[in-house]
Structures are given as C-alpha cells and as structure tokens.
C-alpha cells in the first residue's frame, strides 16, 4: 500500500521536529561546552562557537575532581549491575520455575516495592547507615540503589524465564544435573538476553543515581559524577562552562549505549512494564 | 509429595537472597520510619528523639506546605503525563505509518534516524537534562528566549510549566517506543481491510488503531503516572529546588528537604511514611489494572 503524498508530507515534518525536539538540547549543550566562559553569557547567543575550547573538559578534572568521581560512578555502576544480576535472576527464575505456597503473595510484596518513592527510603537509609558507620562510603549508595533496581531486575527478568523451553531444562534433569546446574549451566546462556536487557539497566541506574549519592556522601573520595555535577551549582555562583561539559560527559556513556544495544532497552522497557 | 519439598526447597534457595536484601534494607528500614514518626527528632535541637505521639501526623493532616505539595504533585502528574501520552502517541502513529507502509530506500534510512535520535532524551541522566534545560531557558543567555526574542526567566516565571517541559521531554521516548510496538502488533491486513472499506487516514486512526492499542495505551499510561507521581525529583531539584517559594515543592522533595535541608528527621518521617502509603496504594491499583488488561 503507498502513501498519499500529503500524508507523506505531514508524516515528515512531524517526525522531523520530533527529531529537532529530542536532540536539540544536548546539542546546544554540547556547543555551549566548547564555549569559554565570556562566550557562553553572550546575549544573543552564538549558534556556533566563534572560538572553540577546551578548558571545560580539562577543568572537570582540574579543578572538579572527575578522575576520582569516574572511578566512584564506574564502582558504584558495576556494583549494581553484579548485585542485581546475580539476587535478581536467581530471584527471577525462582519465582518462574518453582511456584510454591505463598510464592504469589512473596512476588506481589516484591513487585510493590518497585514503585516506593525513593526519597522516603532514603531518610532511614541514611541513619542506618550513620549508625554502621557508612556515610560517605561507596557501599551505603550502591547498597541504596541496588536494593530499589532488584524489584524493577524481578519483575523485568521473570517473563524471560518463563518463555524458556521447559522441555531443554528437563531434559538437563532426566540427564542428572541438579536444579543448580540445570540453572546455571541451561536457563542461564538461554536467558542471556534478558540478563544482558537488566545489565543494561542496571548500570544506568547505578550511572545516573544522584538522590542517594547525594544524601549519603560529602566528600569526594564517595562521590558519583551526577553530585559532582550538582554542586556546580552553588548558591553564589554556576559554573555554566564546567556544568556543560560535565552534562556532556555524563550523559556520553548512556547515550552510546542505548544507541549500540537500543533493542535491549525498548525490550526492557516492555517487559518493565 | 517429595517432589513437591524438593520444589519449595529449590524455590526458597534462589528466592532467599532477594528477600534477605529487601527486609534488610527495605522492610526494617520502613519499619524504622514508622517508629521515628511519632517521634521529635531535629538533630539542631536535641541529639535525643523525643517521643511526641500523633503529634507529627497531625501537623502532617494540617500543614498547609504538605497539602500545597500534594497539589502541586498531582497537576505536574496530570499535566506532564497528559503531555507525554499525546506527544507520545502522535509520534508513534506516524512513525508506525511510515515503518510499516514506506517501500522507499529513503524511507527506511529516515526511520532508522527517527529511532535512534528519539532514543537520545531517555538516555539522558536525568539531572544532565535538568542541567542543559535550565541552560535552554535561561533569560539573558539562553536560546529558547533568543529565538523568541523575549526576556522570559522561564523557571521563576512558569516554574511549573518548565519542568513539565523538561520531564516531558526525558520521559516521552519510553510511552512512544511502548504505543509503537503496541501498534507495529497490529496486524497489516487489518489496514488493508480498512482501506478497501474506504476508511481514511482519521477514521483507520480513530476505529482501528486506537482501539487495538487501548489496552497498551490504558497500562502505560498509568504506571507512568504513578512513576511520575512517586519518583519526580531530580529534575526539579536541580532546576526550581522547589521555588520559587514552594511553587515545585513536589512531593519526593519535600520528604528529602523536610530531612536534609530542615534537619526534621521525625516529621519527614512521618511525610516518608505518608508517600509510601500512596505509592503502596498507588501500585495496588495499578496491579489490578494489570490484571485486567
């Protein structure tokens, strides 16, 4: 079936302002972060840097201490990812293989959690954590983001499982494996997928979490990158150059990934929800 | 009967972990929160909690800041979702049109570009879209006032309308790729079968597709809202910080600030408890829908 010319037209210029729309403000970030200083409060604005730089990108690691909250966000990402691969699949397929009295009710309470808002968790996270002596340690923020990721990685998971052949996962038991390697060494590979769709996720979460990090650390030997880039915003003064190309360095990594795995994530978001 | 032991035993093992992890930092905390609600604990004042009976949850009935900041959460809810299922849902029938009914090599390149730029707003961290909106509408600098050639501080002068945009801008992507794949399910022949019948584009719009995606529609829209509602925060904590006055105070933040920032541990307590209690029931609903659907 062809399209009519006119509906052609409108479907164009429909989706090309679609497109100008979702892509012009991390473009205009982008430029503004090749700006200097001076030019980034011109009024008018330039479309185009008249003279490129840069000093934003060296001053996140100059003067904004980047290396070390680098480090701190890729620590707290693949924290996440391992934690919720590992509790949430196992949880997953539990809930998918072994349905037993009560299990219902166990993944209903599970599911529930997954839309507690997160703010009012952290305020008695954060005085446990006192208490264990965790403030502005890494483990208090990947333990907070972890535990509010594993119901979304739960309910994310199960329906993976529950399309896998029985028939392979019995064949593995009338083999003799125990139902520790029929998981492990079957259900596993087969749910790889799925598991790869919650490892995307998950290191996202862990990448973009700002509420715990900045409720649980002060210093910044314990700081994500999304803080860092917060208190570029002081009460006094923004630094509009540094914000830029901390926006644009924070956000690279998920916008590559999402652009490489970008079925994986329109499949998370599905089974999500 | 064995079988069946063997099968809860299995079952408790690869669960256990899970549990283990959501009572300790999720069940005992909550439980902590209920105790500290009934008490006074501003650590400025007195480092020893004073227990104060229903005295929070009074304040809490009676604040004028916390009703404030539950309408404020609901019309951003209301405004934004609204905002995001249309956008969402034109975007999609669209693209769907040209997905599945353009034959042309330029066709199928456009749709590809399509796919992957509208990907870009919901890989965004949320607060780097909160930082390069609040460079997009900044008054003297910033281009949204250029092209408009006004002088508008669009974040103290439409506070709420601005982070509508800019929540609507991050969250539209992930309703448009769930109603586009509600609509690519349909199937093709149902089209052809309409045209023949001479249904235009609207009438195909308003009689088939919309009533095949109702369903898609009617879920993602609600747990949307209820994400919304719950978990709106950093955007407007790193835009508005609530202001001006207390005209963003969504509800997540007031929780947060009432802690943080007032160092009232008891009464957010008690606004921390009063937000699981909505998102608790929020998310029940939303289960039984599911069902439903």
Redesign the interface.
Known sequence: ???SRS?RI???V??IV??L??????A??LT?SLKPENE??????T?IPQTFTTRNFSDLFDKFNFAILTRNSVIISVSVVV?SL???A??A???S?????G?NI?L?G???????????????????METLGRLNKLDSII??V??LN??FV?WMLKPFFDELPREVEEAGEIDGLS?VSV?WRISVPLAAPGLFTVLLFSF?AG??D??FGM?FSTVPEAMPL?VG??QM?TGYKIY?GA??A???Y??LP??L???IF?QF??KG??SG? | MSR?K???K??????L???F??FA??I???G??IR?SFYDYSPLRSLQPVFVGLENYKWLITSDIVSHSLLVTIAFTILSVALEVF?GL??AV??A??LV???TLIDKI?CS?????????????????A???K??LQP????VD?ILNQQIAWFSEYPLLSIILADA?KMT??IL??FL?GILSIDPGQ??AA?IDGAN?LQEFYFLTLPSILPVLG??TA?RA??AF??V??IV??TTGGGPGNDTQV???L??KT??DHLQ?GQ??T???A??L???L???I??LV?RKA
């Open positions: 079936m062809k399209i509906a409108v479907i164009y429909v989706l679609a497109i729309f979702s892509f012009f403000p991390m205009w970030m503004s980034i409060y011109s009024d008018p604005p479309w934690i590992v509790i949430g196992m949880a397929y539990g809930f293989r072994y349905k037993f009295t299990s166990l209903g599970l599911l529930l959690t997954r839309m507690i808002t997160p703010s009012s968790l952290v305020v008695p996270l954060f005085s446990i333990v907070g972890a535990v594993l119901p739960v139902p998981f996202i990448w973009v700002l509420l409720s999304t880039l917060m915003q509009w914000m830029m901390g926006g644009i924070l956000t998920t916008f990934l999402a652009l970008q994530l329109v978001m599905r929800f | 069946n063997a099968r809860i299995a079952g408790l093992v690869l669960t972990p899970s549990f992890v959501v930092f999720l005992y905390p909550i902590y929160l500290m956008l034109m975007v669209l693209l049109k040209l009914e353009g034959k456009f570009v399509v796919n992957g730029f509208l990907i870009l707003p919901f890989a965004t961290p949320a607060i780097s879209a930082v390069a909106w460079m997009l003297s600098f910033g281009p250029a801008w992507p992930m790729f769930l794949a089209f052809e045209r584009t879920v993602a747990f209820v994400d719950t978990k925060f950093d904590f790193m509800f997540p933040l929780v947060w802690a943080f541990f957010a307590s606004l921390a408890v937000a699981i909505i998102s608790l929020l998310s029940g939303l289960l599911r």
